[in-house]
């Protein structure tokens, strides 16, 4: 199956931008990352089982795509963390305390704590996304969660 | 409230920005783009390709042939080399679906006083067998080198990646710049500050 990309635009383009953004920290560099994603989705010809492949597929597309672009050399000028913050509008304090504890994560923590979080995967659909063992992605997730009660304290629940 | 309830409503204040479109129109226009460079890269590779066929003419009446393993597109393969002493080479070799493929190539080194000397069959080998750095469609780096495949994908940092290949007694020291080229030696990494252009 190959849903059209006009299709999948609408239904995936707000959760990879989330993502892409969780891992560059950068409006612009993830607007680019969700244009290079659904342009590689556009212009090959893979053919896919189900939508849960496809969805799986443009995640790790646009993951490794905002971790390239963490690697270049030329990094667009971001505002730091605290700036863009004061642009966003959240629900509450906690809302914005658990945002910024999380974007102050260790990337490879912030990646599997979004993915389990977020995008409601599995230990096992998250291994096999960021192509991991699945111990490895429970030592990340629980490290994650460690450093995020250490910092939120009774705002985030003890959890499995 | 549970965490996962907590974390959606925290990120749902994330989205992009007005000015952001996806429109497919525009991703079309890209995508050509896309399309030209690779058709550009095809037309650089055919030529190549032409002119070891015509090397091939010359080997028919003699000429070195060595088969070996090499890495062919993330694939290991036996690939047939035939050296027609020329600083040139054609070869042979089966692709992963099992199609037979042809390419070939060559290079000169320059002395002192400017004259092109064309490749060893020596030299030639050694180029052929250096490591060779992938960026594959996915996002994700590879190295090939020996019987050897690591993914380097999550090691750059500041754009470099430092990687210690260890094949028998032979040992390289591997600084791989992100989409930039690398540069091996036996004895210590190559530093950023060194690196040529710089």
């Known amino acids: 199956m190959k849903p059209s990309v006009e299709q999948l635009i609408e ?30 989705y556009w ?29 270049t050399f030329f990094r667009r000028n971001s505002l730091p963390l605290e700036d863009y913050m004061q642009t966003l509008v959240f ?29 409601d995967y599995s230990v096992n659909e998250i291994a096999a996304i960021l192509k991991l063992t699945q111990s490895n992605v429970k030592v990340r997730l629980s490290r994650g969660r460690l450093l995020l009660r250490n910092t939120l304290k009774e705002d985030w629940e003890y959890d499995e | 409230m549970t965490n996962k309830e907590k974390y959606k409503k ?22 050509k783009q896309n399309i030209f460079k690779t058709v550009a890269a095809s037309a650089a590779v055919c030529m190549i390709f032409m002119a070891s066929a015509t090397v091939a003419y ?21 690939a047939t080399i035939q050296f027609d002493g020329d600083g040139t080479y054609n070869m042979e070799y089966t692709d992963a679906e099992g199609n037979e493929k042809s390419m070939g190539g060559g290079g000169v080194a320059f002395a002192d006083d ?24 996915d996002g994700s780096v590879w190295i090939y080198w020996m019987d050897q495949k690591i993914d380097i994908t999550d090691k750059f940092e500041n754009g ?26 036996n004895h210590r990494y190559l530093g950023p500050d060194e690196w040529r252009g710089n």
């Open chain 1, 11 to 40: 239904k995936y383009r707000n959760n990879l931008y989330v993502m892409a953004f969780n891992v560059c920290k950068n409006t612009q560099d993830a607007e680019d990352v969700v244009q290079d994603t659904f342009i590689q």
């Open chain 1, 43 to 71: 212009s090959q010809k893979k053919e896919f089982e189900s939508e849960q492949h496809i969805r799986a597929w443009l995640i790790r597309v646009a993951i490794n795509k905002a971790k390239n672009k963490n690697n």
């Open chain 1, 91 to 119: 629900e509450s304090e906690e809302s914005s305390e658990l945002f910024e504890a999380v974007m102050n994560l260790p990337e490879k923590y912030r990646i599997v704590i979004h993915l389990y979080y977020y995008e």
């Open chain 2, 10 to 31: 925290a990120f749902s204040a994330v989205c992009p920005s007005d000015e952001f479109s996806l429109e497919v129109e525009k991703m079309k226009k890209i995508n």
């Open chain 2, 58 to 78: 010359a080997m028919d009446v003699g000429g070195i042939q060595r088969t070996v393993q090499l890495w062919i597109h993330g694939d290991r393969t036996d």
């Open chain 2, 114 to 137: 400017g004259s092109a000397i064309p490749l060893s069959e020596e030299e030639l080998m050694e180029e052929l067998m250096a490591p060779d750095v992938e960026y594959k469609e």
């Open chain 2, 160 to 185: 470099f990646c430092y990687v210690k290949l260890v094949n028998g007694e032979e040992t390289l020291y591997m600084t791989v710049r992100y989409k930039g080229g690398y540069a091996t030696s």
